[in-house]
């Protein structure tokens, strides 16, 4: 089937570099997405990967290898704000697909 | 510019009944998709409507419907609600260019919470 994998927790040190990685299990995406969700908060767009290699935006960058089927987020410079879930997202065959999402617990 | 507007935010229903959730999608973006969010089974794409008509849809019964009015406006209907329904609901649009599969950017709403008694 198709699918996303993400680890459900990743814990971190607030100044540190912390990187999510997404595995997928079918081909053909389009591209793969990035999305940040707070508690109780509406899903926000981070990044988009439409070709592999890495897409920097400030403190967040996204990288995609179509052929390891493979992606990951990386967070620089943490703030205590950026603790929340993350989710990689894929389009494929005019439908898209979440991954479980990523919680991440940043500690002073 | 204003955002995805969702309404209601939150409603409580009962088994059997149904709901109509809302979506004002950001001017200018024809694109409207909805997605069902559950601690169990994350983020579940509903479908997606494009001028007016239903380009995309996932794996939910028929059940759950949904239409686009002229100005893009969306709604979605569960009929027959079940225990399992019990969800945040959300909108997104996304801009002219874009389909859901491949457009990358999507903008949600903040959601409508049903809890189904």
């Known amino acids: 089937g198709q699918s996303l994998e993400q680890p459900s927790e990743v814990t971190a040190v607030e100044g540190a570099i912390v990187q999510i990685n997404c595995t997928y299990q079918?081909?053909?995406?389009?591209?793969l997405s990035w999305y940040q969700q707070h508690d109780g908060g509406a899903p926000t767009f981070l990044s988009y990967?439409?070709?592999?290699g890495l897409e920097e935006t400030g403190r967040f960058s996204s990288f995609l290898s179509r052929s390891d089927s493979y992606g990951y987020l990386l967070l620089q410079e943490l703030q205590m704000k950026d603790s929340a879930s993350y989710f990689c997202v894929g389009g494929r065959d005019d439908k898209i697909i979440f991954g479980k999402g990523t919680r991440l617990h940043i500690l002073p | 510019k204003a955002g995805v507007t969702q309404t209601p935010r939150y409603l409580i229903k009962t088994r059997g009944q149904q709901v109509t959730l809302s979506c004002s999608p950001i001017?200018?973006?024809?694109?409207v998709s909805w997605y069902q969010q559950t601690p169990g089974q994350g983020l579940q794409f509903l479908f997606e409507?494009?001028?007016?008509?239903?380009?995309n849809k996932g794996n939910f019964p028929g059940r759950f419907s949904g239409r686009q009015f002229s100005n893009s406006r969306s709604e979605m209907n569960v009929s027959t609600l079940e225990l399992g329904d019990s969800a945040l609901y959300l909108c997104?649009?996304?801009?002219?260019?874009?389909?859901?599969?491949?457009?990358?950017?999507?903008?949600f709403g903040e959601g409508s919470r049903l809890t189904v008694l």
């Open positions: 990967n439409a070709l592999d």
């Open positions: 997104a649009s996304s801009p002219p260019s874009g389909r859901v599969s491949n457009t990358g950017e999507l903008f």
């Open positions: 001017s200018g973006h024809r694109s």
């Open positions: 079918t081909s053909g995406f389009y591209g």
């Open positions: 409507y494009f001028s007016e008509t239903q380009r």
